[in-house]
Structure formats: C-alpha cells, structure tokens
C-alpha cells in the first residue's frame, strides 16, 4: 500500500503571496490532519478533516485553511504568507471512523520558505 | 487542555550502549500515547503506542516504552543503539474527545557516537 504522499515537496515564495499544499491519504483512509513544524515552536496541529468535513481545528489565525475532496485528499493553503509561515508541513492520515484517537500515518512533509 | 514535556532537548550515547528518553504528560484522564521518530529531511514514522491494558508496549526497531500513570510518563527505551537510531524522537498525546488531535513533546535529538 501506498504511503502519505505530499506535493510539492519543496516550495519557495515571497510575503504576501498565498499557497496551496496537497496531501493524498493512505488508501481507505478518510481522516487527513495536518501540522506545522517549526524549530521555535515544534510541532503543532493545524486542522484534521474527515469525510470532507473539518472535525478539529488548531490555534492559527484565519490565514490557514484546508480542505478535504471526496476521495480523501485533502489541500491546505495559506493566504497572505509571512516569514514566520516558513516551516515543514506535515500531513498525516488514519483510517479512523470515529471521534476516537487512531494511529496516524505521516507524509515526508512539504518543506515551505517565505522570502 | 494536555501537554506533553520532553526534558531532554539532546541525548548522545555511544553505539551498543542503552538508551532511554523522558516524556512526561498533563491530562486528567488516560491519554493515548505515541512516541515517533524523526530522520533528517523525512515526515514522522510511529515508533510504538499505548491505548490500553499491558503497560510495557513493544514497539519496531527494538524499542520499548512503559506507562506509568502515577508518574504521568511513557519513557522509551532501547537496550542497545545502532548508529541508525541517530534521529529526533516526539512524544505525542492525544485524548479521545479531540479526534485525531495530537499535541507533541519538543523533540529529544539523539547523536549516537562510534
């Protein structure tokens, strides 16, 4: 089985611009979550879908927002970027159908610099 | 709302010699735990987790972990390093209200000297 698959995964763009990451689950999977990682402020949880619908959601501004198509992939994009945006974007998914804590399986990342 | 803690921000241990890495969490309930690794460059791979029941979980790789609900930890545990096992390792919660939420530790990176 295919594993977590993010694109691009590298992106280069200037303050002000806005952008779009992509995450395709693991097959049968229908619960996609997405993370920032930064060296300040570690790992931190930005939103999780599940079945096209946003189920939780992480303390960032408005700028952040994702979504999830029927078959599972899930986009994130984020308008209005800033140089403290600069991160790895971490998508993982699960095969979860409930509200209840499941393994989840991460992406290699998408590695995001503002200029 | 829950925290994870991870004291040792860098651990470096020779090859053959044992390892062991602190996470400590704060929730008021029992949490589910997870502890990943991180290679340079690469997303997070699961390590082991705990749910329920057997406090000792067995995890890939060799690795071990305990959870010890009166000292709120689930440190991990290795009896004998590879130089392979050089990477950042994450401690996560998560709690069953929150969905698929996970809220991690700060990393503890490994060195592991020849």
């Known amino acids: 089985k295919a594993g977590v698959t993010q694109t691009p995964r590298y992106l280069i763009k200037t303050r002000g611009q806005q952008v779009t990451l992509s995450c395709s689950p693991i097959?049968?999977?229908?619960?996609v979550s997405w993370y920032q990682q930064t060296p300040g402020q570690g790992l931190q949880f930005l939103f999780e879908y599940f079945s096209e619908t946003q189920r939780n959601k992480g303390n960032f501004p408005g700028r952040f927002s994702g979504r999830q198509f029927s078959n599972s992939r899930s986009e994130m994009n984020v308008s209005t970027l800033e140089l403290g945006d600069s991160a790895l974007y971490l998508c993982a998914s699960s095969g979860s159908g409930s509200t209840t804590v499941d393994e989840q399986f991460f992406g290699p990342g998408t590695r995001l610099t503002v200029l | 709302a829950q925290s994870v803690t991870q004291p040792d921000i860098h651990i470096t241990v020779s090859e053959g010699a044992s390892l062991e890495l602190r996470c400590n969490y704060s929730y008021g309930a029992t949490p589910y735990l997870f502890w990943y690794v991180q290679s340079p460059g690469q997303g997070l791979q699961l390590l082991l987790k705990y749910f329920s029941g057997d406090t000792l979980v067995q995890g890939i790789k060799g690795f071990e972990a305990e959870f010890k609900r009166s000292q709120s930890s689930f440190n991990l545990r290795k009896p004998s390093v590879h130089w392979s096992d050089a990477a950042e390792y994450f401690c996560a919660v998560g709690v069953r209200a929150a969905g698929n939420k996970l809220t991690f530790g700060g990393g503890t990176r490994v060195l592991v000297k020849p």
């Open positions: 097959s049968g999977h229908r619960s």
